[in-house]
């Protein structure tokens, strides 16, 4: 397959393939692990996952989009020793961070694990995440050199796969350590994250290797490199430390504030329980039960919102340097209408089924009604990424952090408030999770229109609210008739029917239309329209 420059749809599509297939792999450990581990092994993996998550953003939290960025505008002029300049000081700045912080997590393992994590037995997991922290460094860089060039295709690899490594060889070490305790087990989950991210290493490294023994295609890239040359002195790699920082700090505050937010909700949710009167153990379990079971199954959409976002930062940022405001207009229509019409069908069966859903996957539906909770809030999370992704990319990331910040502070004071009460319990922690997604995408969405004028239009959203009743009535009604009883296959059945029946009322109602699928890498050739001889 050729590496090129995709169009902005195209470049989300790959991404989007790739993101759903990483998705509905990554569902194999989540469904696997429960009955491998329980309930209770299942929550000490996810103390060690926010952690990491602070961790890893604090090493490639904003470089990726910075080198994106920066990337991109190099690139429009042709200059390809700016690019190399680029990535030198990007790789560099990276490790150097990872180390340090790799570093400090070894020498404070213990403290870290029996004080902040307030479990002991998760020493072993934390000291085995420690080398994902350079690796991590190193592919971030390379993503955003490749997210700036606007192919997609080397990360959508990398990331499948990261993922095949990873699932394979968790499950397969989980099932090894497990003879030797839950301690050993999660950190034969955690094992398998590391090996996995080797494996994604490996993949873009050699994407990278023969994306940069390319030459420049076509005189005028040839022509654009000889006038970048000839006009602009010739500068040493600090002189690309300070605009990479400029945009890669407010990008890190941002998202290290969701990750900080992350982290004190798994500690603070679990005091809170506690407190409320729960055992230990319990509150782990519906913790666990909640960021483990509930949240996947929300995030299902997140690789379309994922890829959209990530390609947004270049197409805006190409577009917002030759001053076309029409282009961003339709670049962000597009985005928003994309998330939501691929969202609501997941709100919709999600909210109507979730029962049957989750005793299909877990065995079990004690963690049902949390999910009930939270999907009709869920459309907010798939429009957040690509708000996001736009004040990020129009260099307006302080904004977007003050508006994360703001979401996090709300969502911690609820959970310390409502998870402490008895009569809300766990409740209390899906409550301050859904008003933290309304309140920071409203936020995002109030900012990004103040910036650009954008409007998204009323009628798109009553044709997807029509067509998300239509699509409820249908899926219910299957469900309530009594011809297949009342188990998987059945629910397969209704979900399927209803969201054929979804997709047909949205090419009737002009939402999606022929154009739209031939954007599809690979599938959509099927659909575009004949030429005429």
Not at 134 to 143: F, G, I, K, N, Q
Request: charged fraction near 10%.
């Amino acid at each position: 397959m050729s590496l090129r420059k995709q169009s902005f749809i195209q470049g989300a599509m790959i991404l989007l393939a790739a993101g759903l297939l990483n998705r509905i792999l990554g569902f194999v450990p989540r469904i696997a692990l429960p009955r491998m581990i329980g309930a209770e092994g299942v929550g000490l993996i996810q103390l060690v996952y926010p952690f990491t998550i602070v961790l890893l953003t604090i090493i490639a939290g904003g470089i990726p989009l910075a080198v994106a960025k920066m990337v991109a505008e190099a690139d429009s002029k042709g200059d390809r020793h700016a690019v190399k300049r680029i990535l030198r000081v990007a790789v560099l700045l990276a490790l150097s961070i990872s180390l340090v912080c790799a570093a400090i997590c070894f020498a404070l393992s213990d403290m870290i694990s029996t004080r902040i994590m307030t479990d002991s037995r998760v020493h072993t997991a934390f000291l085995t995440m420690i080398p994902v922290l350079p690796l991590v460094a190193v592919s971030s860089v390379w993503r955003g050199y490749f997210q700036g060039k606007q192919n997609m295709i080397p990360t959508a690899l990398s990331q499948t796969s990261e993922t095949i490594f990873r699932i394979v060889l968790t499950l397969l070490f989980v099932w090894m350590f497990l003879p030797y305790g839950l301690e050993m087990a999660a950190a034969g989950a955690v094992l398998g994250m590391v090996v996995g991210e080797i494996a994604g290493l490996v993949v873009l490294g050699i994407q990278f290797v023969q994306d940069r023994k390319k030459k420049p295609e076509g005189n005028v890239t040839a022509d654009n490199q000889t006038a970048a040359l000839a006009t602009k002195p010739v500068t040493g790699n600090t002189s690309y430390l300070k605009p990479l920082l400029l945009t890669a700090i407010p990008v890190t505050g941002s998202k290290l504030v969701g990750s900080l937010s992350y982290l004190l909700e798994s500690i603070l949710t679990v005091r809170s329980l506690t407190f409320a009167g729960v055992a230990v153990a319990g509150a782990t379990a519906q913790y666990g039960a909640l960021q483990g079971m509930v949240i996947p199954l929300l995030l299902l959409p997140g690789a379309l919102t994922y890829s959209l976002a990530v390609s947004l930062v270049p197409a805006l940022s190409e577009a917002a340097s030759r001053g076309d405001w029409a282009t961003i207009h339709v670049r962000l229509h597009q985005s928003m209408r994309l998330a939501v019409v691929t969202g609501a069908p997941f709100v919709v069966l999600l909210g109507l089924l979730a029962g049957p859903i989750c005793t299909l996957l877990y065995g079990n539906d004690s963690m049902a009604n949390m999910l009930r909770w939270m999907a009709p809030l869920a459309i907010f999370l798939y429009m957040q990424a690509p708000l996001q992704a736009a004040l990020q990319a129009l260099n307006r990331p302080g904004t977007a952090l003050f508006n994360t910040f703001a979401g996090a502070a709300v969502k911690l004071i609820l959970i310390a408030q409502l998870a402490a009460d008895p009569q809300f319990g766990i409740l209390g922690a899906v409550i301050a999770i859904g008003v933290n997604m309304v309140l920071v995408t409203l936020l995002h969405w109030i900012s990004v229109a103040r910036l650009t004028g954008f409007r998204m239009k009323p009628l798109d959203f009553l044709k997807v609210t029509l067509a998300m009743i239509v699509m409820s009535a249908v899926a219910l009604r299957i469900w309530n008739v009594d011809l297949l009883g009342h188990g998987g296959a059945k629910l397969v059945v209704a979900c399927f029917i209803a969201i054929v029946v979804y997709l047909l009322l949205l090419i009737w109602l002009r939402l999606i239309d022929r154009h739209d699928v031939a954007r599809i890498p690979v599938f959509g050739s099927f659909f575009a329209p004949r030429k005429r001889s």
